[in-house]
């Protein structure tokens, strides 16, 4: 059997490794996990501020709300992507939040200059992702 200090002092190491490991985690979170002035789509870099100068803004409704932005479509097509009713895509923040979606979500979502953000308005808005780092073909 062990002493209870001895128990006592394994236990406290314990708690602290895990309080590290924590800790750890969670700063690795507040990294950025990518370049805030490009968005990179299947591999090709776009400049933000190129992005709604070289593409049509269009107007859109989204929760009641009206927005300007870009067609996903039309940047996803830009991309080269072969057959893009065939994959899906994933959108990653410059934290580590992602979310994935399919071609016909592509084709109602759209892109804002405001957070550089993705608007769907026919999903939740958990699925509007806010300083877009990247669209990944999946």
Do not use: C
Request: glycine letters at 6%.
């Amino acid at each position: 059997m062990i002493e209870p200090k001895r128990l006592n002092l394994v236990l406290g190491a314990i708690a602290v490794a895990i309080l590290l490991l924590s800790f750890t985690a969670y700063a690795y979170t507040l990294i950025p996990q990518g370049d805030p002035d490009v968005l990179v789509v299947n591999g090709i870099e776009y400049d933000w501020d190129a992005i709604f100068s070289d593409f049509e803004m269009l107007s859109f409704e989204a929760n009641g709300e009206q927005y300007e932005g870009i067609s996903l479509e039309a940047l996803i097509l830009d991309a080269g992507i072969e057959n893009p009713e065939t994959h899906g895509y994933r959108f990653n923040a410059l934290d580590p939040y992602e979310k994935d979606v399919t071609w016909n979500d592509i084709l109602n979502g759209y892109l804002i200059e405001t957070e550089h953000r993705s608007v769907f308005p026919k999903l939740t808005q958990s699925f509007w992702v806010r300083d877009l780092a990247s669209i990944e073909v999946i």
